[in-house]
T-cell receptor, first 119, second 111 residues
Framework: GAVVSQHPSRVICKSGTSVKIECRSL??????MFWYRQFPKKSLMLMAT?????????EQGVEKDKFLINHASLTLSTLTVTSAHPEDSSFYIC???????????????FGEGSRLTVL | LAKTTQPISMDSYEGQEVNITCSHNNIATNDYITWYQQFPSQGPRFIIQGYKTKVTNEVASLFIPADRKSSTLSLPRVSLSDTAVYYCLVGDIGGGFKTIFGAGTRLFVKA
């Protein structure tokens, strides 16, 4: 099946620094990518929807200047957490949907997730 | 987007069949039903997807009644490694639906 890769899987940073997380679709072209964050024992919360070549659409309550999303190519989307603070510590997950994704029925492929810890 | 309701948690024993039901009373005509599995510190993994009646693959079956207001994920003969959170999602895949996750069902399989 299709593979979505996230990097880094774990990152620890100091408060005030910015962190970039990459999400790559390895064997298909991802026209749409989604970014989520997940707190311990909680469900995934959709942060934004990213379409290739256009600005991301953010969910209510998600600061677009805080969480910068770039989807410059059909295989790469990045999430940059700017001026990170301890409350931004979370598990960030991306997913991708291709033009002819999976079996053709709109299957989403998820990355492995990236755990961010802000000290 | 159709809201989904699932049991918060379920317990089972190895070798048993597990059925997890999801309610989606407001499902729309173009909506599909998709189930995902998530292990701790991993991204969700696709299990099965269906529109109506019954769908079966190598890992699970999905039962959808005629009114489509609910669906049941059936896991045959679960093992300890099936302990995970299971999410039911409903949306119009052709319309580029946003994947809004509900709380999911935490399945714990005991030896």
């Amino acid at each position: 099946g299709a593979v979505v890769s996230q990097h880094p899987s774990r990152v620890i940073c100091k408060s005030g620094t910015s962190v970039k997380i990459e999400c790559r679709s390895l064997d298909f072209q991802a026209t749409t990518m989604f970014w989520y964050r997940q707190f311990p024992k909680k469900s995934l919360m959709l942060m934004a929807t990213s379409n290739e070549g256009s600005k991301a659409t953010y969910e209510q309550g998600v600061e677009k200047d805080k969480f910068l999303i770039n989807h410059a190519s059909l295989t790469l989307s990045t999430l940059t957490v700017t001026s990170a603070h301890p409350e931004d510590s979370s598990f960030y997950i991306c997913s991708a949907r291709g033009r002819h994704s999976g079996s053709g029925t709109g299957e989403l492929f998820f990355g492995e997730g990236s755990r961010l810890t802000v000290l | 987007l159709a809201k989904t309701t699932q049991p918060i948690s379920m317990d089972s024993y190895e070798g048993q069949e597990v059925n997890i039901t999801c309610s989606h009373n407001n499902i729309a005509t173009n909506d599909y039903i998709t189930w995902y599995q998530q292990f701790p510190s991993q991204g969700p993994r696709f299990i099965i997807q269906g529109y109506k009646t019954k769908v079966t693959n190598e890992v699970a079956s999905l039962f959808i009644p005629a009114d489509r207001k609910s669906s049941t994920l059936s896991l045959p003969r679960v093992s300890l490694s099936d302990t995970a959170v299971y999410y039911c999602l409903v949306g119009d895949i052709g319309g580029g639906f946003k994947t809004i996750f509900g709380a999911g069902t935490r399945l714990f399989v005991k030896a």
